[in-house]
C-alpha cells in the first residue's frame, strides 16, 4: 500500500512518527462509461471556459473568488495556514467513542509508526485498549482541515475522520411526526421485535449481495445466456393499523 500521510501524533509531549494508509477500498464494481454506438470509452477533459482548450493537469491551479477577482493559492500557502496540522494530528482530549453519532464518520486510515515511533505507539495503542477511549484529534490532509478520532483495531491504531458540526445539515425544516403519535401498547410491541431481532453485530455476516448479483449477470450475459433474474416476493398490503403490522411482524418466521 502507497502511503497518504507522513507526519506525527502528537501524544502530550510524545511524539509518534506514523505513516497514514488508507483502511478502506471500493467494493463496487469497476463499470466504465462507454458510447453506445461503438462502446469507446468516455473520457473527461478539464477544459478552459474561455477558449475551449483542453487545460494539462500540471497548468491547473486553485483559486478564491474575492471582490470578482480570482486570489491564486500556492502549495506553500496551504502549508502556512497551519504549519503544525501539515504534519502533526494533535491528540486534543480523550472521549468514549459511543459517545460520537455515526452521522459524523467519513472514512478511516491505518497509522502505521516509524521505526523511532514503535514504543511510544505501542503505549498509546495499550492506554486506548485499557481506558476504552478514544482520542480526537485534527489534521490537515489534501490542503482541508478534518477533525478525526484515532482509536485501536486489534494491534493497530485507526485515524477514522469525522465530520464538523457546521458540515450537519438541520432537519428543522423535515415533516417528522411528533412521539406522542404512539401508544404505549405499540410502543411495547416495538421494544419487543428491537429485542427479538437483537443479536451480537457481526461485520462479516453482511454481504455486498448486489454487486454479487450484479456480477452474476454480467458473466451470463458474456457467454450469450439469460440473465437469471431473482424474483421479488410480493409484501402483503396492509393499511394503517400500526399495531396490527407489529403484531404481524413478531408471529413472523424470524425468532417465532
Not at 453519532?101 to 485499557?130: D, F, M, R, V, W
Amino acid at each position: 500500500m502507497r502511503s497518504l500521510w507522513n507526519g506525527s501524533i502528537g501524544f502530550g509531549l510524545v511524539n509518534i512518527p506514523v505513516k497514514l494508509f488508507s483502511a478502506v477500498q471500493n467494493s463496487h464494481l469497476d463499470l466504465d462509461m462507454l458510447d453506445s454506438k461503438d462502446h469507446a470509452k468516455i473520457k473527461f477533459q478539464r477544459i478552459n471556459e474561455n477558449t475551449k482548450k483542453e487545460v494539462p493537469y500540471n497548468k491547473i491551479v486553485k483559486g478564491y473568488l474575492m471582490d470578482e477577482k480570482y486570489v491564486i493559492l500556492e502549495d506553500k500557502d496551504f502549508e502556512e495556514a497551519s504549519p503544525e496540522k501539515t504534519k502533526m494530528i494533535e491528540l486534543e482530549n480523550f472521549v468514549d467513542i459511543g459517545d460520537i453519532n455515526p452521522i459524523y464518520y467519513e472514512t478511516s486510515y491505518y497509522a502505521q509508526p516509524e521505526k523511532q515511533g514503535k514504543k511510544a505507539y505501542g503505549l498509546l495503542l495499550k492506554a486506548l485498549i485499557k481506558s476504552k477511549k478514544a482520542g480526537v484529534a485534527r489534521f490537515v490532509l489534501r490542503s482541508t482541515e478534518n477533525l478525526c478520532v484515532i482509536h485501536p483495531l486489534g494491534s493497530v491504531l485507526v485515524v477514522t475522520k469525522i465530520r464538523f458540526q457546521e458540515e450537519i445539515r438541520s432537519y428543522d425544516d423535515l415533516e417528522i411526526p411528533a412521539r406522542d403519535t404512539v401508544s404505549e401498547k405499540e410502543l411495547e410491541l416495538g421494544m419487543s421485535l428491537i429485542k427479538q431481532y437483537t443479536s451480537d453485530f457481526d461485520i462479516k455476516s453482511f454481504k455486498d449481495e448486489y454487486n454479487r448479483d450484479l456480477l452474476k449477470i454480467i458473466k451470463s450475459k458474456a457467454k450469450g445466456k439469460k440473465a437469471p433474474v431473482k424474483k421479488v416476493k410480493p409484501r402483503i398490503d396492509t393499511d394503517d393499523d400500526l399495531y396490527g403490522q407489529l403484531m404481524q411482524s413478531l408471529s413472523g418466521t424470524r425468532g417465532g
